[in-house]
């Protein structure tokens, strides 16, 4: 099956520096990739959607501000964490759409970013 | 609004017993419904998913799924585990180009 990269698995920052995690598809194109966050316990919510060229949409209560997305290549989408506070930590997940009808996508995930703030 | 309940945060079960994985859902129409894996340190893996049609659904890696709109449920079950089954297994709805995840139940298999 398709294959889906994240970089970096795993990064500790101190309160105030930005991050940025890579999302790659490595043998497709998707134009189209989300964002997922994942608190301890606790579903994976949807915090945006981004389209190659174009602007991310953003689930409502995220701040677009905070949380830049960027998906410049129909292979890579960045999230950058900006101002990172450790109320920030969590585990981040990427996943990318195969082209296809929308009722029978797939989804493909990556194996997440684990985040922590100091 | 949709979501989804995965009553059981943890389950073990000894290796060779059968498994049943709870899920909920809650959504208005006839939903989309998925199954997805994930072993530590990897991505989720898709292990099977109802559209339509049949409502016993069959996966990868010998798993199935039952659709029972009477129960709004989408239970996960496989007939003899294997130690390597031990992941944390995700039951998500599929609406309007989002996926709603449960929170999960992380399977022990015991030797």
């Known amino acids: 099956g398709a294959v889906v990269s994240q970089h970096p698995s795993w990064v500790i920052c101190k309160s105030g520096t930005s991050v940025k995690i890579e999302c790659r598809s490595l043998d497709f194109q998707a134009t189209t990739m989300f964002w997922y966050r994942q608190f301890p316990k606790q579903s994976l919510m949807l915090m945006a959607t981004s389209n190659e060229g174009s602007k991310a949409t953003y689930e409502q209560g995220v701040e677009k501000d905070k949380f830049l997305i960027n998906h410049a290549s129909l292979t890579l989408s960045t999230l950058t964490v900006t101002s990172a506070h450790p109320e920030d930590s969590s585990f981040y997940i990427c996943?990318?759409?195969?082209?296809?009808?929308?009722?029978?996508?797939?989804?493909?995930f990556g194996p997440g970013t684990r985040l922590l703030v100091l | 609004a949709q979501s989804v309940t995965q009553p059981d945060i943890h389950i073990t079960v000894s290796e060779g017993a059968s498994l049943e994985l709870r899920c909920n859902y809650s959504?208005?129409?006839?939903?989309?419904l998925f199954w997805y894996v994930q072993s530590p340190g990897q991505g989720l893996q898709l292990l099977l998913k109802y559209f339509s049609g049949d409502t016993l659904v069959q996966g990868i890696k010998g798993f199935e799924a039952e659709f029972k709109r009477s129960q709004s449920s989408f239970n996960l079950r496989k007939p003899s585990v294997h130690w390597s089954d031990a992941a944390e297994y995700f039951c998500?709805?599929?609406?309007?180009?989002?996926?709603?995840f449960g929170s999960g139940t992380k399977l022990n298999v015991k030797p």
């Open positions: 996943s990318a759409r195969t082209p296809g009808l929308a009722d029978k996508e797939t989804q493909y």
């Open positions: 998500a709805l599929y609406n309007f180009n989002k996926f709603y």
């Open positions: 959504y208005g129409a006839t939903p989309y």
